[in-house]
C-alpha cells in the first residue's frame, strides 16, 4: 500500500491565483481530512470528510473547497491564493470508527506571494 | 481558537535522560492521542488513550488520560538521538464530533 499521498510536494503561487491539492488513499479509508500547519500553530482542521459525497467544515474552512466523489480522493481546492494560505497542508485519513488513530500524508510546502 | 495548551514548547535534554511532557485543556476530551512529527514528514499517531485513567505504554513510551479528562501525559523513558522531533497531543473534545483539535507542539531534542 501506497498509504497517503500528496501532490505535489511543493508550490509557489500568486495572489489570486487559484489550485488544488491532491490527496488520495489506498487504504478503503472513510474518513479523509485537511490540515494547515503553521509555525506555533500546530494543526488546525480545515475540512473534513466521513465518506463520498459527504463534506464538513472544520476549524478554519474560509478560502478552501473540498469534494469527495470517490472514497479514495479528496482534493482540496484554494479559489484565490492569499498570502495568509502560505502553509504546509497534511490530508490525513482513518476507518471512521477510529477517526482519531489517522494516518498522514507527506504534506505540501504551500508560499502565496 | 486553540483548546490544547502543551508545555513545555521545546527541550533540550541528554541521551539517556527521561522526558516527560503534557497537554491541558479547559475542556473535557473523550480521547486522547499523541503523535510525532520528523522533520519534513506528516505525524505519526504514538499512542491512543480511550479512558479516563488509563495508562498505556508503546515500548519507551507511555501516555496517560487525566481523570478529570482535561489533561494527558506522554513519558519517553532513556531517550535517543532518533526520538528528536515535534510531539503533539490531540484529542476529540465532547461535543465536536468527527474533529480532532491538535496541540501546539512540544520540539523535543536530544544531544549524544
Known amino acids: 500500500n501506497a498509504g497517503v499521498t500528496q501532490t505535489p510536494k511543493f508550490q509557489v503561487l500568486k495572489t489570486g491565483q487559484s489550485m488544488t491539492l491532491q490527496c488520495a488513499q489506498d487504504?478503503?479509508?472513510?474518513?479523509m481530512s485537511w490540515y494547515r500547519q503553521d509555525p506555533g500553530m500546530g494543526l488546525r482542521l480545515i475540512h473534513y470528510?466521513?465518506?463520498?459525497?459527504?463534506?464538513d467544515q472544520g476549524e478554519v474552512p474560509n478560502g478552501y473547497n473540498v469534494s469527495r466523489s470517490t472514497t479514495e480522493d479528496f482534493p482540496l481546492r484554494l479559489l484565490s491564493a492569499a498570502p495568509s494560505q502560505t502553509s504546509v497542508y497534511f490530508c490525513a485519513s482513518s476507518y471512521y470508527r477510529g477517526y482519531y488513530e489517522q494516518y498522514f500524508g507527506p504534506g505540501t510546502r504551500l508560499t502565496v506571494t | 481558537g486553540q483548546q490544547l495548551n502543551q508545555s513545555p514548547q521545546s527541550m533540550f535534554i541528554q541521551e539517556g535522560e527521561d522526558v516527560s511532557m503534557n497537554c491541558t485543556s479547559s475542556?473535557?476530551?473523550?480521547?486522547w492521542l499523541w503523535y510525532k512529527q520528523d522533520p519534513g514528514e506528516g505525524p505519526v499517531l504514538l499512542i491512543a488513550l480511550y479512558k479516563a485513567g488509563e495508562l498505556t505504554s508503546n515500548g519507551r513510551l507511555t501516555a496517560q488520560f487525566g481523570i478529570t479528562r482535561k489533561d494527558s501525559f506522554l513519558n519517553i523513558s532513556a531517550s535517543i538521538p532518533s526520538d528528536v522531533g515535534i510531539y503533539f497531543c490531540a484529542g476529540q473534545r465532547t461535543g465536536t464530533a468527527s474533529k480532532l483539535t491538535f496541540g501546539t507542539g512540544t520540539r523535543l531534542q536530544v544531544t549524544l
Open positions: 475542556s473535557i476530551f473523550n480521547t
Open positions: 470528510s466521513v465518506g463520498a459525497g459527504i463534506t
Open positions: 487504504m478503503n479509508h472513510e474518513y
